[in-house]
């Protein structure tokens, strides 16, 4: 399939499991542009869905990996990373996405995303932030914005926040990125270039809660809330010169950090291959 082609007839029901829907996600939600993203990306690069595996954990993020009609792997609270790690040094031939929350991500499965990072075996890890433990009773999550009111904050949080870009980086991620829902199509080319790249790659996704979250902060519908992703960043085009309407940017988005490092997969079954010489001989 040539690339006009695979732009021009992406239908995104070709990837679904539509025997699942009508899905959970609640209206407005991030999480489903953010799905309809990948499989852009995925549709694009041309990836056969069986070998595709999708590996999610536990809460809203978790759960859009259940509509992907390819292999998909819903994991335990915090440890999608670990289980992709094994999966992916079992079968390198296959095409590893994690995703994955907030919560997931930063809290709970804290200390599997920096050692992922570290090692830099071949997986695209996508975390979708919407800054709150969505599914599981709204509590605050390490992403949360400053006096934000959550269910375990109702004086508003106190509590500072993960900047999980530079954290992937600092660990070891050889490709880190951020985009936001509103921009579909630019996620859609950081997620593709993630893929492409041949390490751990990193990419978050900055989502929106309207329910959990837009609701209880007054943030208004989910017209409202994706248009406020952008609203304080100054485009590209423009540069710095402007100081209104515009103000200053808040949040880096696109490809953060590229680095060139050995990818761990391919060191492990060197080393192993030597071993393995060396006793045969």
């Not at 869905?49 to 509509?67: D, E, F, P, Q, W």
């Not at 009773?137 to 900047?163: I, L, M, W, Y």
């Not at 270039?193 to 790659?201: K, T």
């Not at 409202?224 to 992703?229: A, D, F, G, K, P």
């Amino acid at each position: 399939m040539n690339e006009i082609a695979r732009v021009s007839d992406f239908d995104v029901k070709d990837y679904l499991r539509l025997n699942l829907m009508p899905h959970f996600m609640c209206p407005g939600c991030g999480h489903g542009i953010a799905l309809r993203s990948l499989l852009w990306a995925v549709h694009e690069l041309g990836i056969d869905r069986n070998k595709l595996a999708v590996v999610c954990g536990i809460g809203c993020s978790g759960r859009t990996g259940a509509y992907i009609d390819a292999n998909t792997f819903h994991t335990t609270h915090g440890r999608p990373l670990a289980f992709a790690t094994g999966l992916k040094l079992a079968r390198p031939d296959l095409t590893v996405v994690v995703i994955t929350g907030d919560g997931d991500c930063l809290a709970i499965g804290g200390n599997h995303l920096i050692h992922a990072c570290r090692r830099n075996l071949d997986i695209t890890c996508l975390m979708l932030n919407n800054e709150i433990y969505g599914m599981t009773g709204g509590q605050v999550s390490p992403t949360t914005s400053a006096t934000r009111v959550t269910s375990t904050t109702p004086a508003g949080n106190t509590e500072p926040t993960f900047d999980a870009c530079k954290l992937a980086d600092a660990a070891g991620a050889s490709f880190v990125g951020r985009e936001v829902t509103r921009q579909a199509p630019a996620l859609k080319n950081l997620i593709r270039a993630a893929i492409e790249h041949d390490g751990f790659s990193f990419v978050e996704v900055m989502s929106d809660c309207t329910e959990i979250y837009g609701r209880k902060n007054e943030l208004g519908e989910s017209a409202e809330m994706i248009l406020s992703q952008k609203s304080d960043m100054v485009p590209d085009g423009l540069g710095n010169a402007p100081d209104q309407p515009f103000r200053p940017n808040r949040m880096a988005t696109g490809i953060l950090a590229r680095h060139a490092r050995p990818e761990y997969g391919r060191t492990y079954r060197e080393r192993s291959a030597e071993l393995r010489a060396g006793t045969e001989g």
